[in-house]
């Protein structure tokens, strides 16, 4: 595998995960899943996929994160050494991530392709509240080199909502770069939700932590670690990341000139700060660290992560269902209401000429007329049976009248189903959102231009069908004058059976009669069998036009309709299969650059 093909993968699942996010960004119930995909793919594109490349391992990268106004920049300045972040009372200044180079760092480690995702590189420096999708670099000025050496330092926006769109993402772009992670929460609010939501994701994700509480009375800063090491530490669930104990250090409320100066006056609180991060930061292993970490949290959680996608799915495939079990109580409702009672009289038309065809032409003609006169008294007899038999045949209703009550009915129920499961998942909430703004009336468009396509088809068919039945015949003066001697032959045979039974007497009229009769009724039994097929074909055939013409299309249409954007659901399935597959190959490129 070379160079090409690890960075088409570190792009292929970069960009499955940056989808399953916006597909987690478009439901508001998911803001955190979304974060979660959010960190994953910036893991790919930060960490995996520079390392694959051959990037150098220097400098590492510190991100200092945690709630609004929690005393983030204020240890960035801790950590570089000078006030060089801009420190601000107003809670959730800091709006783009800023890095800070110490003396003597590096540059030129952002060029790689991807790198930080969306997050535009800023040429001139800016104030930090700029909120945009940016970053800026800022070397800071001074010659005393930083004791952590070749490292950048980050400075974050806030982490208090996993909703915002906007800044959040950046910073959590910044915590997937750091190859150790500081994670600031004040006094009054070291227990706030979501930072230690993001503290515990930052943790499972085998990020190396270093946790500082502030702004307490010195006096109060051993029981507040304490404190936070029982409630917020230790909720995290155990043997997860395989992590060892994450430490947690106290800087108290100091005076403006403490916090100025915080390698001199305030040197006191730096140095135990400085030597826990220098443990986490070492040049020789943290890098590696880092990438494992990443590819491992990749590799366990890759499941967790789908889940979301898997819900959708299944809710999709539910959708899916209902739709294809609507379609067929609308497939059957067409055959029993229509087809069924439906006698395609036109074959009846065909039926009698068809037997009309058997009879002798020509010369022939008067023998048929006399064998016709023979069966009066017959014909006679049976259509006054039949009426007396057939109960008046029930009216019909019409086609296009049955497909269009079957449709409503069908709409009534996808609406009903939807408006019942609104709760179990936003898919049913959008359709029956949809019901109420317009889906009823797209799908009857739909409907509406499929049965007129239907109907011109429709009405060619059956006519060429009943025309067929006799067509054969007159196109085939052979097979018909076979067909016409059989039913001669047959007729002489029951005159001959006459006469054979009544002798030259009087009785041979009456046999006569009821031997004609009944051979001509064989012949018209054999032909009404031969019809009725016919017919029972054309039944078929309607069922499967409008199968495929009409409530097929109309099914496809709507089992698409919730997946807004195209092809949704294809694409989750996609970013389903590939994902799991794509992170054990690029585990299998890193392993051997890992060990060596
Ligand atoms: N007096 C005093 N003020 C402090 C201390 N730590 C932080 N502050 C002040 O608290 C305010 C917020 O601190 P910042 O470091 O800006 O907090 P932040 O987390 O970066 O805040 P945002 O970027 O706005 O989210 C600033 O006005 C700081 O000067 C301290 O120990 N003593
Ligand atoms: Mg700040």
Not at 74 to 82: A, D, P, Q, R, Y
Request: with cysteine.
């Amino acid at each position: 595998m070379d160079a090409a093909d690890h960075r088409q993968l570190v792009s292929l699942l970069a960009s499955d995960l940056a989808w399953l996010e916006d597909h987690c960004r478009r439901q508001p119930a998911l803001a955190r899943e979304a974060g979660q995909l959010r960190l994953a793919a910036a893991l790919v594109r930060n960490v995996v996929g520079p390392f694959l490349d051959g990037g150098p391992t220097a400098p590492l990268h510190i991100a200092v994160v945690g709630g609004a106004g929690a005393g983030k920049s204020t240890v960035v300045n801790f950590l570089v050494g000078s006030a060089v972040a801009e420190a601000n009372p107003q809670a959730g200044y800091t709006r783009h991530p800023t890095a800070y180079l110490p003396p003597n760092v590096s540059s030129g480690w952002s060029g790689h392709l991807g790198f930080l995702g969306p997050l535009r590189k800023l040429d001139q420096p800016a104030p930090g509240d700029l909120d945009q999708d940016v970053y800026q670099v800022r070397r800071v000025p001074g010659a005393a080199s930083n004791p952590l050496g070749d490292v950048v330092i980050w400075d974050c926006p806030d982490m208090t909502t996993w909703a915002a769109g906007g800044y959040v993402p950046r910073l959590i772009e910044v915590a997937a770069l750091a190859d150790v992670v500081v994670y600031v929460a004040s006094d009054e609010r070291y227990n706030d939700e979501v930072p230690t939501q993001f503290l515990h994701l930052l943790v499972r994700a085998g990020k190396a932590v270093v946790v500082v509480l502030t702004k307490m009375p010195e006096a109060q800063a051993g029981r507040i670690v304490e404190h936070f090491q029982a409630e917020v530490l230790n909720r995290l669930p155990k043997g997860e990341s395989g992590q060892p104990a994450t430490p947690v250090l106290a800087i108290p409320h100091l005076p403006p000139d403490q916090l100025a100066d915080p390698a001199g006056k305030a040197g006191v609180f730096r140095i135990p700060l400085i030597n826990q991060v220098m443990v986490l930061a070492d040049p020789a292993t943290a890098r590696k660290r880092t990438v494992d970490h990443a590819l491992q949290y990749l590799d366990t959680s890759g499941g967790e992560l789908l889940d979301v996608a898997r819900q959708d799915l299944a809710a999709m495939d539910a959708w899916r269902h209902l739709v294809q079990v609507s379609r067929q109580q609308f497939d059957e409702r067409y055959r029993t209401e229509f087809l069924n009672g439906e006698g395609f009289r036109r074959f009846d038309e065909a039926r009698d000429r068809l037997l009309d065809l058997l009879e002798l032409p020509g010369a022939g003609r008067a023998f048929a007329m006399a064998l016709f006169v023979l069966r009066l008294p017959y014909r006679g007899l049976r259509s006054l049976v039949e009426k007396a038999l057939t109960r008046p045949a029930s009216v019909n209703v019409g086609e296009a009248q049955v497909l269009e009550s079957a449709f409503r009915a069908w709409m009534d129920q996808l609406r009903a189903e939807a408006i019942r499961r609104a709760d179990s998942h936003p898919l049913w909430r959008h359709v029956a959102a949809g019901f109420n703004s317009g889906l009823a009336d797209a799908a009857a468009d739909q409907f509406q231009a499929l049965l007129r396509s239907y109907q011109v088809s429709s009405a060619e068919e059956i006519e060429a069908a009943a025309r067929a039945v006799t067509a054969g015949l007159e196109k085939s003066p052979a097979s018909l004058a076979v067909l016409r001697a059989g039913k001669l032959a047959l007729d002489l045979v029951a005159i001959a059976l006459a006469i054979w039974a009544g002798g030259f007497d009087w009785p041979t009229i009456v046999y006569v009669f009821l031997f004609v009769s009944a051979a001509h009724q064989v012949v018209e039994l054999i032909v009404r069998q031969y019809v009725e097929g016919k017919r029972s074909a054309i039944r078929s055939r309607k069922m499967a036009t409008v199968s495929r013409a009409v409530s097929g299309p109309l099914a496809d249409w709507l089992a698409r309709w919730p997946a807004t954007g195209g092809s949704a659901y294809e694409k989750l399935q996609g970013a389903l299969r590939r994902v799991p597959d794509t992170i054990a190959q690029l585990r299998q490129l890193a392993d051997p650059r890992l060990r060596s």
